[in-house]
T-cell receptor, first 114, second 111 residues
Framework: DTAVSQTPKYLVTQMGNDKSIKCEQN?????MYWYKQDSKKFLKIMFS???????INETVPNRFSPKSPDKAHLNLHINSLELGDSAVYFC?????????????FGSGTRLTVV | LAKTTQPISMDSYEGQEVNITCSHN???????ITWYQQFPSQGPRFIIQ???TKVTNEVASLFIPADRKSSTLSLPRVSLSDTAVYYC????????????FGRGTSLIVHP
């Protein structure tokens, strides 16, 4: 059983398009996250939801909008895609909003904007 | 927010012990120290977590000095499959906690 699953794994799209990445976790965790990893492997948090409520909203363009229909799902919608959005996006979850309990990551979505 | 500093890259050979040190000078009293491993095309994977002194599991050991301003991940007798990026994460519970991973340490194990 996959603990944190993301779809799609690869996404190639043109500038200006709108796309969504879906994430689901079956661990019963209360908190979910979206991270962006650039080509230099820098892993930067974008958003965090705790029990469907937005907790962390780091400085990202308004074109990025997370949506959490329930605590097991956290989707990421991106409007008007730009070349600089190309990166690997990781979804993660944890039992509590903390660093004490460890994060479980999905396998990532490699987004390429052309 | 405890900022961490790690070497960008390290090289080793099969069978050697590898120690990766992370500096976190402004670690808070409630902060735990957690290490993650990331293989290419995969998400980071939890390796080990500690608060103070030494923690050991089947994968690695974590050494934390008394002042907790640094920590060292020790990988015994590495193999080629240990080639990965290793991240040090420092944090604790609370609504204001922002988990920040940084760039990590790229470990390459040579035959």
């Amino acid at each position: 059983d996959t603990a944190v699953s993301q779809t799609p794994k690869y996404l190639v799209t043109q500038m200006g398009n709108d796309k969504s990445i879906k994430c689901e976790q079956n661990l019963g965790h209360d908190t979910m996250y979206w991270y962006k990893q650039d080509s230099k492997k820098f892993l930067k948090i974008m958003f965090s939801y705790n029990n469907k409520e937005l907790i962390i909203n780091e400085t990202v363009p308004n074109r990025f909008s997370p949506k959490s229909p329930d605590k097991a799902h956290l989707n990421l919608h991106i409007n008007s895609l730009e070349l600089g959005d190309s990166a690997v996006y990781f979804c993660a979850s944890s039992q509590f909003l903390s660093g004490n309990y460890g994060y479980t990551f999905g396998s990532g979505t490699r987004l390429t904007v052309v | 927010l405890a900022k961490t500093t790690q070497p960008i890259s390290m090289d080793s050979y099969e069978g050697q012990e590898v120690n990766i040190t992370c500096s976190h000078n402004n670690i808070a009293t409630n902060d735990y120290i957690t290490w993650y491993q990331q293989f290419p095309s995969q998400g980071p994977r939890f390796i080990i977590q500690g608060y103070k002194t030494k923690v050991t599991n089947e994968v690695a050991s974590l050494f934390i000095p008394a002042d907790r301003k640094s920590s060292t991940l020790s990988l015994p007798r590495v193999s080629l499959s240990d080639t990965a990026v290793y991240y040090c994460l420092v944090g604790a519970s609370g609504g204001s906690y922002i988990p920040t991973f940084g760039r990590g340490t790229s470990l390459i194990v040579h035959p």
